[in-house]
């Protein structure tokens, strides 16, 4: 899935963090946050990820800009602080 998103998307910097707490249930769902430097909108990538990846369980997908994560993290914004803190990164290139 990680190669996957470098070369479908070609995103010069992009990190993928994984989020999920409490037991499984039927119900529950996956919180992907894709953090991209991409000149398309949030929207746009949400959507061409969202119809390219196969999933049979429910799966959120949060699309934000660096700036956007570095702005909303400053703010200690809570939902960027859990991903922070209790996510786990799936993949992360700087630079």
């Keep these: 899935m990680l190669i996957f998103f470098r070369t479908l998307f070609g995103l010069r910097y992009n990190s993928l963090w994984y989020y999920a707490s409490g037991e499984a249930e039927p119900e ?18 949400q959507v061409e990820i969202s119809l390219a990846l196969d999933h049979s369980f429910p799966l959120d997908i949060v699309v934000r800009k660096r700036e956007e994560i570095e702005t909303r993290s400053a703010d200690n914004d809570f939902f960027i602080k859990n991903f922070f803190e209790r996510g786990i990164v799936l993949y992360e290139q700087t630079g």
């Design 28 to 45: 529950s769902d996956v919180d992907l946050l894709v953090i991209h430097d991409s000149t398309k909108s949030n929207l746009d990538l």
